[in-house]
């Protein structure tokens, strides 16, 4: 039966959640005072879903301050156990540096994660659920578990990662080639952009919540008024692409049907609007996320960047409706700088004001547009990679747990589209996350890479 572990700091409400989840019955056995607790394991069901749930709880909040090694063992023994964890963290108290400690042991056991953001009931969880993004495991699930709120939404997070893990499961049982290296282009080295005559056009997508401006946005580029607007627009909007030549760049632009507006009505609809964006991702190369800078990264913002990030593709951030804006120097750094603190795995990703409507900062968009596919298509060679992998080791040496450093042999990039690079290492597991997410970042910096996915794989070798 499928495993989920709850896990996070004490107190945020993972025994109030499991006892939920499992019912009065086996809660109230294990729940009294003195009874040495460590994992507790139990049937669960939320609607149609049966599984089993593991909780981390139990141990003492006098702790609290320090995380108690015994806390992060048992956290680290149930996500091993499990086959997705549910990384709960307290709306009321807000993101803590405990926090942090947990989001390190899930990423570096490679977990599948869900982010629930608890105690948030009534209305004041959404603040909490979008600073929650800042912890990089992609959109948080609002819940009470106190109340039971959010379990609509929690059911579907994890009916998508039980489906996942079948799936998963499924393809695992099948021989598979042997990993990721793909050939390398015939052009090795290179940008692969020659501005005026690129071979094939730069597939593109914009998309955004409604209103946004994508229709205004992409008939300014078109020149004319190409697509449709107006009451029968949704019927025949619904992934249109028109191929055009933009200032000299052969482009294909994909127009999806929009994110819809969270619609409480019907939980369908908003999954319709993000099987759109999901459409618009396995088109495009470079997605441009338009946003309104009167009220930017809102969920379904960040979710489409999330997933885009997920999917590996290149993002961009318009930031449309520029001729509204008043302090303008003063909101463009803000923008920049709330998303790259919302979505650090797209760090530096250009965000370029424009407006569709007068037509304004297009120019930049279409540069920003070129240079985020270039990055995303960068080929390193391998003699320049090891360069620089020496001189970043050498200057922050990695850890040496048990009195042994960890070594690190040697790197190549096994592909592009994105940039994907595979590390080899003494002991990859025991390399901590901190170290490698320094390497990527130092990847990302030093080559140039901003905002694309960059992919750093880790192998063993001696
Ligand atoms: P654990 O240490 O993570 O297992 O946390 P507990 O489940 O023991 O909960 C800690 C405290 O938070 C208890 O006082 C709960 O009643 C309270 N709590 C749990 N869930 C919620 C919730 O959804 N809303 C509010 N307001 N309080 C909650
Ligand atoms: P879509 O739903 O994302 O395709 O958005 P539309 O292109 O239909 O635009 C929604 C509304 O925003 C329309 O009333 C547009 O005229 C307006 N709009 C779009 N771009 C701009 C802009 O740059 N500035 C201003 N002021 N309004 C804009």
Redesign the pocket.
Known sequence: MFKLAIVGRPNVGKSTLFNRLVGKRLALVDDQPGVTRDLREAEARLGDLHFMVIDTAGLEEADAESLPGRMRALTERAVDMADASLFLVDARAGLLPQDATFAEILRRKGARVLLGVNKAEGRQGADAAMEAWSLGFGQPIPLSAEHGEGMGDLYTALQEAMQEHEAQAAAASQPVADDDLEAPAGDAEGDGIEPGAPQKPIQIAVV??????????INKILGEDRLL?GPEAGITRDAISVEIDWAGTRMRIFDTA?MRKKARVSEKLEKLSVSDGLRALKFAEVLVV?VDADKPFETQDLRIADLAEREGRAVVIGV?????VEDRNGALKLLTEEFHRLMPQLKGAPVVP?????GEGLERLRAAILKARSRWEMRISTAKLNQWLGEMTSAHPPPAPGGRRIKLRYMTQAKTRPPTFVAFCSRPDELPDSYKRFLVNGLRRDFGMEGTPIRLNWRKGE
């Open positions: 955004g919540r409604p209103n946004a401006g994508k229709s205004t946005l607007t929009g338009l449309n409706k520029w001729d509204l424009v407006s569709a409507l007068s």
